[in-house]
C-alpha cells in the first residue's frame, strides 16, 4: 500500500518555488502530457490561474501568495504608502482571475495584512518577508492536507468506495489534497478504498486529473459520465461521496465545482453521507449563506468545444456557471483540519472559529 | 413560428426508403457534417444501429423492420419453414445490435408475426409485405409523434423552459420525435418554448443534436453540461422536464438514456413536473418492472475518448452503461399517443392496454 514517503514522492509536485519562479505543473494539458511552466512574472501567473493552469482552490491561494511576490519583487518604491499602493494593485488584479475561491482573497488579504503590521520596516524586507510567508503557506497546506486526511480517514472503512467530483486531490492544493486526502491517509492505514471519479464536463478535471492522481497512488479508480452517478448509487456502489470546496459560507452552504449540488441531493435520496472536505481557508465567515457567493461564468466554448473540437452546432446558447451552491441542509458534515464539523454546521463553524480566535 | 409544413421540411429524414436501400443521416458525425448513408446489405444496418448512426428507440424499431427486409429480400426459400427460419435468424442477428430499447424486438416481433400470419402465401408476396410493413411504421410514426406533440403541448405554456436529455426528437424517430414533439406543436400554437439541451455524455446527442434540431426548427435552445441540471433547476431557469424512453415496464418504470434517473430525482427535489413521452411502441408490459429490463454496457473508449481524442489515462477503470432506470414514483406523467397517463402508472397503463385489446 501507499505509504506517506511514497506520496512525497509522487511525480507531481503542484506548485513550487525554484528560487526565481513560481514552478506548477500545467493541468490543462493532464494527463497527455507531463509538462511543468516556470512562472516569473504577474500577467503569466494570472493567466496560469485564469485558465486553470494553476487550479484548486488551496492551490490558488498559494499561488497567489507568489503572485503577489512576482508583482512587487522590482518594485522602485522606496517608502511604504507607494509599496502599499502598488501591492494593493497586484491583489486586485489577482483577485480579478477567479471571483469564486475564497483561498485566493484570503491568500491575497493574508499578504497585504503582513505587509501592514511590517510598515516600519524597509521595503526589501517586506519584499522578502512576502515570499517567505507564501513558502509558509505551502508547508501549512501540507500540515492541512494531512490533517484533513487523518480526520476524514476516520470516515472510512476497508472495502469502502467513494465517489468523488472533480479533482480535489494533490493536483488542487501543495499537499495531497482535501477531498482525497483521506483516501490516501486510509491507505496509509492499510484499507483499501476504491474512487469513483465523476468526470466533471466541462473541463474534466476528474477524468483527466482524479484518475491520473488516483493510478498514480496506486488507488484503483472507476471513470464515469457525471450523469451516471444517479445509477451508480442507485446500484448500492457507493457508500460516500467526498467533495472539496472552493467556498463555504458561514452556514455551511457549499461553493463548488458546478455537478456538486445535484451529488448532495442524489446523496440524501440514497441516503448516502455527503462530506465536504473544507480547509478553514476555504469557509468565508464573512458572509451568511451561499446567495453572496459570486459565481463564476466561463467562456461558452467549454462546453461547445471539447480539447479544440466542436462538440455542438454554431448559433445556440450556452450556460456555463463553473460552481454551483449546495444549501448547507445536504451536508452530511465539513471535514476541516481541525476536526469533522457536523450539523448544525452554521452554530458549530461559529463555535470553531470562537475557539481559533481565543487562542 | 414553426408551421407544420416547416417541420415536414426540415432538412433532416432521419429514416427513410429509396425503393432499392435504406437512406438514413449518419448521427454520429453531426452537427459538423450532413451525411446520408444508403444502406443496401443486413450486416451495415446492423453496424449502424449499434455504432448510433441511426438511434432513438422509435427509429431503431423502424431501422430494424427495413433491416428484416434487407435480410431476406435476397432470399433463395421455396417454402414458408425455411423462410421463417431465414427471418428468424435475422431477427435474432438484429436484436443483437442494442438490447436495452424494446421498439428493437417489437418491430421484429411484429414482422415474424406478419410473416406467420401470411405463412400460406408465396415467399415473394411475404417479403413484398414486409417491406409494406416497414413503410407502414414511418408512417405511424409520424402519426405518433403528432399525437403525443398534441397531448404533450397541452402541458405547456407560453415563456415556459423545458429541459430536455438526449435527444428524443425528430432524429430519435421519423416523425418529429416524442420528448421534444410537445414542443414543437406548441411551437405551432403560437407558444414561445425555450428548451435547455443536457450534452449527454458520453456520445453527447444532446449537445449535437438536440441542439441542432432545435436551432434548424427555430426553437430557442441553451446548452448545458449534464451536471448543471441541479443548478439551472435550482435558479428557476425551467418548469419542466420531457425525456424520451427507450424501454417502459408495464408498472411504469422508464428505461431511457443514462442521467435521465438523476434528472427525475432532481425534478422532484425542486417540485418540477417530469414528463416521458413513451409511444406504446416502447411500453413493455411484459416486464413487470424496470429491474427487468437489460442495460446495455457500451465500450470504455466512449467516455475516456472524445472525437477521438484521449481525454483520461490509461490503466483505470471505466464504468459505461448507456441507460438508467427511473422508479414510476418520480414519473410525473407518460405521454403516449393515447393521451396522458398519470399515478398510478402501473394500473392506468393496464386500463390503457386492456382498452386498445377491447378494440
Not at 102 to 114: G, K, M, P, Y
Not at 203 to 225: K, M, N
Not at 271 to 288: G, K, Q, R, T
Amino acid at each position: 500500500m501507499l505509504s506517506y514517503l511514497e506520496i512525497q514522492l509522487m511525480p507531481v509536485e503542484t506548485i513550487a518555488w525554484t528560487g526565481e519562479a513560481v514552478r506548477i505543473i500545467d493541468q490543462t494539458v493532464l494527463p497527455c502530457q507531463v509538462r511543468y511552466l516556470e512562472i516569473t512574472d504577474l500577467k503569466t501567473l494570472w493567466e496560469a490561474i485564469k485558465t486553470l493552469r494553476v487550479r484548486g482552490a488551496p492551490a490558488i491561494g498559494i499561488a497567489a501568495a507568489f503572485g503577489c511576490y512576482l508583482g512587487i519583487r522590482d518594485s522602485k518604491a522606496q517608502d511604504f504608502e507607494t509599496f502599499r499602493a502598488e501591492l494593493a494593485g497586484v491583489c486586485e488584479y489577482l483577485g480579478s482571475a477567479r471571483p469564486t475561491a475564497v483561498n485566493l482573497f484570503w491568500a491575497l488579504r493574508r499578504i497585504q495584512d503582513l505587509a501592514e503590521r511590517m510598515r516600519d520596516h524597509p521595503v526589501e524586507m517586506i519584499k522578502h518577508e512576502i515570499l517567505d510567508e507564501a513558502l509558509n503557506m505551502i508547508e501549512e497546506d501540507h500540515r492541512v492536507c494531512r490533517s484533513i486526511g487523518r480526520f476524514g480517514a476516520e470516515l472510512l472503512h476497508d472495502g469502502m468506495s467513494i465517489l468523488t467530483h472533480c479533482n480535489a486531490g494533490g493536483l488542487a492544493t501543495a499537499g495531497y489534497g482535501t477531498a482525497l486526502a483521506p483516501v490516501f491517509f486510509a491507505g496509509e492505514q492499510g484499507k483499501h478504498i476504491h474512487v469513483y471519479a465523476g468526470e466533471t464536463r466541462p473541463l474534466l478535471q476528474g477524468a483527466r486529473l482524479t484518475t491520473w492522481e488516483c493510478r498514480e497512488a496506486g488507488i484503483p479508480v472507476t471513470l464515469i459520465s457525471d450523469n451516471m452517478a444517479a445509477t451508480v448509487m442507485a446500484q448500492g456502489k457507493v457508500q460516500a461521496v467526498f467533495v472539496g470546496t472552493d467556498r463555504t459560507a458561514a452556514n455551511g452552504d457549499v461553493a463548488n465545482k458546478v455537478g456538486t449540488l445535484g451529488l448532495a441531493i442524489l446523496a440524501r435520496e440514497f441516503h448516502i453521507p455527503f462530506y465536504v472536505a473544507a480547509p478553514l481557508s476555504s469557509i468565508d465567515m464573512a458572509i451568511e449563506s451561499g446567495a453572496e457567493i459570486p459565481i463564476e461564468q466561463r467562456n461558452p466554448d467549454e462546453v461547445t468545444h471539447s480539447f479544440g473540437r466542436r462538440i455542438a452546432p454554431e448559433g445556440i446558447n450556452v450556460y456555463n456557471p463553473a460552481f454551483d451552491v449546495t444549501p448547507h441542509r445536504y451536508v452530511t458534515a465539513l471535514i476541516t483540519e481541525r476536526g469533522i464539523v457536523g450539523p448544525p454546521l452554521g452554530e458549530n463553524l461559529q463555535k470553531l472559529f470562537a475557539q481559533i480566535k481565543a487562542k
